[in-house]
């Protein structure tokens, strides 16, 4: 696994970000500009880096039964890494969250799915719901054309994922609107999926543009976003990238990393809640307690391989 942590930890926050098929973690990383933002705004990343001994083409087996049972397999792997994350560097083990493209996407919501009560939240880049395949034909014919589901059937398939019975993890979903890879329609099933969860209407609450796109949103009673969702028009299959709000750019465009206008992680970030500024001061000296209990004094900023407890990766 790789892991980074800055300097100075404004925030005792983790995201975890999964890549997708052909991708590296340090690459996607890099193309998304997940380690920028973590060092702008003080938290920390667990970026897992799929073995091809576990899958020829770099993806995770988010199809494979045995990898997205909970306990078992991949998402156990990620799991055990989280875990370390949160002792290693004091992290709050309320405010963790995870994101990814593609097959890492489908692998959030795995994770969403599998572990609700380790995630505050999560978003989900071109991805696919949860449950909805058992093999390599299931998964190539549903990321084609997937089938329509009833919203209660897609929320089974997750609340019979764990004992878990809420406060149920918010969603973040991302999908371009000519993705010839992941049909578009998949977004509209993982929306329907964690609405029911969330036991909200399927009719949006509000609708709006932000940087030129559409945005659905669902609240619950306190009036907190619980679900979102991105349609990034005229694009492909790929993360969005662009001039954030605060005017930075952040990752670089590349294969499935595309130029759209708008920053996805950015705005991923500030769902999560980790665009605002804490204290600098007690922040440093409390995340350099947590670097010499963790060994790590000499990590520095940047990207870095982490041993993984069960010693390998996803």
């Avoid at 994350?85 to 994101?99: A, H, L, N, Q, S």
């Avoid at 329907?192 to 509000?206: E, G, I, N, T």
């Amino acid at each position: 696994m790789f892991a980074f942590v800055p300097e100075t930890m404004q925030q005792r926050a983790l995201v975890v970000v999964l890549h997708g098929c052909g991708q590296s973690a340090a690459g996607y990383d890099h193309g998304a500009g997940w380690s920028t933002l973590a060092k702008q705004y003080g938290f920390a990343l667990l970026v897992p880096e799929q073995q091809l001994t576990n899958n020829a083409n770099g993806c995770y087996n988010w199809f494979n039964a045995e990898d997205v049972t909970r306990d078992r397999g991949e998402v156990a792997s990620i799991r055990q890494m989280v875990a370390r994350m949160i002792d290693d560097y004091g992290i709050d083990p309320r405010r963790v969250f995870v994101t990814g493209l593609s097959a890492g996407g489908a692998m959030t919501s795995a994770m969403l799915a599998t572990y609700p009560e380790v995630f505050s939240a999560g978003a989900i880049i071109a991805g696919l719901p949860f449950g909805v395949a058992n093999n390599v034909r299931d998964a190539l014919t549903i990321m084609r054309a997937t089938p329509v589901r009833t919203p209660h059937r897609l929320g089974e398939l997750v609340r019979n994922a764990s004992p878990h019975k809420g406060p149920w993890p918010r969603l973040s979903v991302w999908h371009g609107s000519i993705d010839g890879i992941v049909a578009p329609a998949n977004a509209r099933e993982i929306v329907k999926q964690w609405l029911d969860v969330h036991h909200l209407p399927q009719a949006p609450m509000s609708e709006g543009v932000v940087d030129g796109y559409p945005r659905r949103v669902w609240w619950n009673a306190d009036g907190e976003t619980v679900v979102e969702s991105y349609t990034i028009t005229d694009m492909a299959h790929g993360t969005p990238l662009g001039v954030a709000e605060n005017e930075q750019r952040y990752g670089t465009p590349g294969p499935f990393m595309l130029e759209a206008g708008i920053s996805s992680s950015y705005h991923i970030a500030k769902f999560f809640g980790l665009t605002e500024r804490v204290g600098r001061r007690e922040a440093g000296e409390e995340n350099r307690q947590a670097r010499a209990q963790a060994g790590r004094e000499g990590d520095g900023e940047r990207l870095c391989r982490a041993d993984h407890p069960a010693g390998a990766d996803a």
